[in-house]
């Protein structure tokens, strides 16, 4: 099977897979809008920050490493099962450490103790089994979308199951952490080729040594992933930021579902071209042409009919959403586009492209955010955050273009 082949298939299965827990996730939304109330969702959003911070500060580039290499999976298994373990240990420790100034700064006291049951998340998933790489190493993505639709399932019964019980965004975390226990098991029952505890001080250089460019983008991709959340709980309080919460996750995050579930598949398909330009230049055209027609269509209703949908699946108490989802569809479609440039820079290694586009996109997102959100309120959310996305857009045109061109 040619490699457009199994682009297509690839990105058959993980848009299948996406709708999928698209369509779960809303219901979980839908659910949970009547069980919990937008200030339960804004406590959520604000542990999520710490969660994201600490897992950028010790990022380690372990799956891309793994993608990348030409040796097999075995060589570097162990090892980077290690590393994975010592990183899960380091984040809940330093997730422990910011939940405490969370707790000052938003001055809610619950915080602290929310962030520490939040830690476990990372340090459970430490121990999964990097074998699981194998999915997308080796093209199977029936598999792999098999995969995680189970444990995309599970995780909303649970939630529900917690919130119902609960009535706190503790039900939130509880979720995460039982999921996070499934996916550790799971690696080790599906997988034959397990890690041991063995260290190579070699292979674990060669894994660091990869992670120095990547690095800096993980920083950077988790710090414009949260600071949002991060500064319009500050701003507005933890109710407008709940509100903010799930008017990103109906509108912004299902653009962002399906461009990851296209550069899942094509990014192992990049790396087999590089040496083949026309044939990587003809897969990024492709590839770009079936985002843009999807999410488009995707979006459409969001654009059409906002509060419709918002009082029909949240209820009335969420109506105040509406008037910014069209800001952040469209934001989420620019977010889509620039997710596949930045595929074509991992692959090609192109660090330092990826790191100034995602410095500026975080600036942008930063100063956008302060002024309209000071000027606007809570309709300035939506503003900051298309703006966020258009200016650095020349960047990427420019970069990619010039990447596709000239190569590594």
Partial sequence: MGYTAHTLRGFGWQTTLKFATAGIALFKIAVLSHILSPNDFGVFAIVLVA???????????????????????????????????VRGFLIAILMSIIGIFLANYYTNPILAPLTVVAALVPLIKGFINPSIVRLQKELLFSKEAIFRLSLSIIETTVTILFATIIHSPLALLLSLVCIAIVEVLASFYLFKERPTLHFSKRRAKDILTNSLGLSPASFLSYIGDNIDDFLIGKLLGTYKLGLYHNAYAFSHKPNYDVSKALNHSTLPIFTKMLTEKARLQ?????????????????SLPLFLFPKQLVSLLFGEQWLPIA?????????????????LGYNIWIATKQYLLLNLHLALSVAALVGCLLYLVTHNDFYGTGQALLFSRLIPLPILIFGVLKTLKHGK
Avoid: C, D, M
């Avoid at 010790?58 to 290690?82: D, H, M, R």
């Avoid at 003809?282 to 995707?298: D, E, P």
């Fill in 282 to 298: 003809n897969a990024f055209l492709r590839s770009s042409i079936a985002l843009v027609g999807l999410i488009f269509v995707l």
């Fill in 51 to 85: 969660l994201g911070i600490s897992e950028a500060t010790t990022q380690t580039g372990i799956n891309i490493t793994l993608l990348q290499t030409t040796k097999k999976l075995q060589y570097y298994l162990s090892t980077a099962w290690v590393i994975a373990i």
């Fill in 323 to 339: 008037e910014v989802l069209p800001f952040l569809a469209l934001a989420g479609i620019l977010h889509s586009i620039t997710n």
